[in-house]
């Protein structure tokens, strides 16, 4: 079985710039995430999809980020402009479904973003 | 909300010796446990999770965990690390609640040395 596709795998970009990351879940998952990891810290959910619907974005900088999944397949995650403090890596996850006994996430390796 | 605490941000322990990774949390509400391990330049990838029943949870690699509601606890076991657990564990907090998400810890780097 396929896992969870991410590319590119780093990225670097000077502040201001526009990056987009793309995320392939595993086949059948209709759930899917994107959490943000800074260096020495967990990750944290940014926006989480059901099929094509958001289901949770309250932690995404809506300002500059944004994310689709147009198909209920694959995913985007754009930042437009970007800053220093948003160098990171940034993991894609998908699961089954939403409910605790389908929700065991399956993790992409990340891209790993650095904004100079 | 919920919020998870790992108190050892580096652990380095010697080849076949136990290791004990410590983690508490804090949340209103019953909540679901995991413990996650990320490999260098992978993802992470789910170690053993605590829904219900058992307090002891086995995991993958040798791995378990116990839960202890009274302490607030979830610290992760292993009786004989081998150099291939060199790694960083998250240990992470879901509530009941069926809108709620994942909560990840900081993390802690354990470093086997032979």
């Known amino acids: 079985e396929a896992g969870v596709a991410q590319s590119p795998r780093y990225k670097i970009i000077e502040k201001r710039q526009s990056v987009a990351f793309w995320c392939n879940p595993i086949s059948g998952h209709a759930t899917l995430y994107w959490y943000q990891q800074i260096l020495g810290q967990g990750p944290k959910l940014l926006i989480q999809?059901?099929?094509?619907?958001?289901?949770?974005d309250s932690q995404l900088p809506k300002d500059r980020f944004s994310a689709e999944r147009l198909k209920g397949v694959d995913s985007t995650l754009k930042i437009q402009p970007a800053k220093l403090e948003d160098s990171a890596v940034y993991l894609c996850?998908?699961?089954?479904?939403?409910?605790?006994?389908?929700?065991?996430?399956?993790f992409g390796p990340g891209t790993r973003l650095l904004v100079l | 909300a919920q919020s998870v605490t790992q108190l050892d941000s580096q652990v380095p322990v010697f080849e076949e010796a136990p290791v004990e990774l410590r983690c508490n949390y804090s949340?209103?509400?019953?909540?679901?446990l995991f413990w996650y391990v990320q490999y260098p330049n992978q993802g992470l990838q789910l170690l053993l999770k605590y829904l219900s029943g058992s307090t002891l949870v086995k995991g993958i690699n040798g791995f378990e965990a116990e839960f202890n509601k009274s302490q607030t606890s979830f610290h992760l076991r292993k009786p004989s690390v081998h150099i291939s657990d060199t790694a960083e564990y998250f240990c992470?907090?879901?509530?009941?609640?069926?809108?709620?998400?994942?909560?990840f810890g900081s993390g802690t780097r354990l470093s086997i040395r032979p």
């Open positions: 996850a998908s699961s089954l479904g939403s409910g605790i006994r389908q929700e065991t996430q399956y």
């Open positions: 999809f059901q099929n094509n619907g958001v289901v949770d």
């Open positions: 992470a907090v879901r509530a009941y609640s069926s809108a709620s998400k994942i909560i």
């Open positions: 949340s209103s509400v019953s909540v679901y």
